[in-house]
């Protein structure tokens, strides 16, 4: 599924952009913009492949996603306020990104014979767990934890999709419906400012 593997390495670069902007915020040194930038794009991944026990973890088996993380630091550093006015379009590549690394990992999962339950966990790993990193690195408490519910999102679309292939639903078919369910669940969330509720509160 050559779409998949283009909006993957795609999403690889956005979620290195989106790392190493927080570390500029952070107003780390060259370095420190660089290390944030790259265990943001290869974080979820890399947790999702150990805990499968399959090694080595994907970014290592293929130099593509070394160079599109390269580019994506190089941008960051060299055009980040420019950047920073594109966050809109960089959110929306972002989501998708999103929902592509859910399916993905869902279905890398599922080849190693994990349960279902398991292969939706797993989905949402990739999804997320580089920007847990990434915040946890930069010192705030992260994002998924506080303010925005894609973890959900992931887990909602992993479950869309565990179904459906449970029912042999042709597999372009599901992966686009969980792709097009995920994105649109997020871009709702995020225009309604829909969170889940604050039981400190009570």
């Not at 779409?3 to 107003?27: C, E, H, N, P, Q």
């Not at 890399?46 to 160079?67: A, C, N, Q």
């Not at 949402?124 to 690195?137: E, L, N, Q």
């Amino acid at each position: 599924m050559n779409i998949l593997y283009f909006i993957d390495i795609i999403g690889t670069m956005v979620f290195a952009i989106s790392g190493a902007l927080a570390g500029r915020d952070k107003k780390l040194d060259m370095f420190g913009i660089a290390a944030v930038g790259f265990i943001t794009a290869i974080g979820g991944g890399t947790v999702r492949d150990l805990l499968l026990g399959s090694t080595p973890v994907g970014w290592m088996k293929d130099i593509i996603y070394l160079i599109m993380i390269g580019s994506g630091l190089i941008i960051s550093l060299f055009f980040g306020k420019t950047v920073m006015k594109l966050r809109r379009t960089f959110f929306i590549f972002d989501t998708v990104g999103i929902a592509v690394f859910t399916v993905l990992g869902l279905q890398k999962a599922l080849t190693f014979g994990v349960h279902p339950v398991i292969a939706i966990m797993m989905g949402m790993v990739s999804a997320v767990f580089g920007g847990v990193i990434r915040d946890i690195v930069c010192n705030d408490i992260p994002l998924i934890f506080r303010q925005e519910i894609y973890a959900l999102t992931c887990i909602a679309g992993g479950i869309i999709y565990a179904i459906m292939e449970h029912f042999g639903v042709e597999q372009i078919v599901n992966v686009l419906i969980t792709v097009s369910f995920i994105v649109s669940f997020r871009v709702l969330a995020v225009k309604y400012h829909w969170k889940l509720p604050d039981l400190s509160q009570s």
